[in-house]
């Protein structure tokens, strides 16, 4: 199939990469000149595993290829993926101006007598699919080179996805499910066939209409947000109970009904999808009248959350923090990624430093992402151990797995002080009480 990729940004550039690797000749398409330029070239704008050698190969076999000419792009595409960004708004809403806008312009270049599947890739907000339709009608009838009515010559179908960045190529390639929004059985055909390579092993293909998969998509990241907030909030409770949120998240992971996953406590989720998703559902609800109460809470407890191991430091430190220096290991908001938006680390980073205290820091794959959002505003250093140098104490804001079992006699040999702030619980606590650290963690007892 003949695919077009409009927006290449993480999204974008996963789906385009993925579908070429199906054997599909895909057609990507970006305004920004000196990222097409670099795509075009081999050098790839995102850090995700596994994708730079999916997209150099399909690069290599023509099947997929890039451009700042939309005409050029869709010209001879049968389906095409809007994977645009949404960014939100002041009031939390899902801003649509990119999407509307390349529907607008995609008016002017449909013509009747072809046929083309618009795919809303991005996360949108109930009743995008229409109000794509409607633009993409109205710009057609403005239009000279309009030829004739095309409202049957396009559907446009909402396919939202569902990718954990870290593992986003194993997730489009062997997805748990592929939702499917669109009343057109023309449509549906075409959306069949073209995931019908990823589902061969039985993971279902849920059809439904365009407004329940477009809302599918919001309740899911706010369920799983829920779950990350809720043993947040158990992790507190622990904390003042003398309780241990590692035992209590087992007992409860074992029941079927809960499961396993995203029950670990931490300081706080972000991204792209978490934050600005709940926000968005809780405006949509707003705008029917509607409380969302739940995800009120949600939001409220994921803000606390970021800064959670702000007052212990500070109590630790006799309410001084001018002149520390902290060690921060990690600043992506997740491991496995690049992507530093609503990091915590940029919290604490923030209040670190208004506090008096200087930051040295070391990410895998984020620092660039961070200085050019922050400039030098902290020590951006060439590995974790240089970060330890004559620091006060160690604060661990990612858990990237070479953080996991570090040389601690090493860190000893740095460190002003053996302390440690950890957000996400990397360390057993019997192991560490025997090397000597005073450890404070989420939900556990603080060793001293």
Known sequence: MKIAVIGTGYVGLVTGTCFAETGNKVTCVDIDINKVNKLKKGEITIYEPGLEKLFLRNLKENRLQF???????????????????????????????????????????IKAGEYKVIIDKSTVPVGTAEKVKAAILMSSSKSSTGAGDIADAFDVVSNPEFLREGVAVDDFMKPDRVVIGTKSERARKVMGELYAPFVRQGNPVIYMDERSAELTKYAANSFLATKISFMNEIARLCEKLGADVDMVRRGIGSDERIGKRFLFPGIGYGGSCFPKDVQALVKSSSDVNYNFEILNAVMKVNEDQKLHLLPAIKDYFKNNLKGKKFALWGLAFKPNTDDIREAPALYLIEALTKEGATVSAFDPEAMSNVKNTIGDKIEYTSNQYEALKNADALIIATEWNEFRTPDFDQMKTLMKNKVIFDGRNLFDLAAIRALGFYYKSIGRETVN
């Open 67 to 109: 451009t700042t000419n939309l005409e050029e792009g869709v010209r001879d595409a049968a389906i095409i993926f809007l994977a645009l960004p949404t960014p939100p708004g002041e009031d939390g809403s899902a801003d649509l101006k990119y999407i509307l806008g390349v529907a607008e312009d995609l008016g002017k270049l």
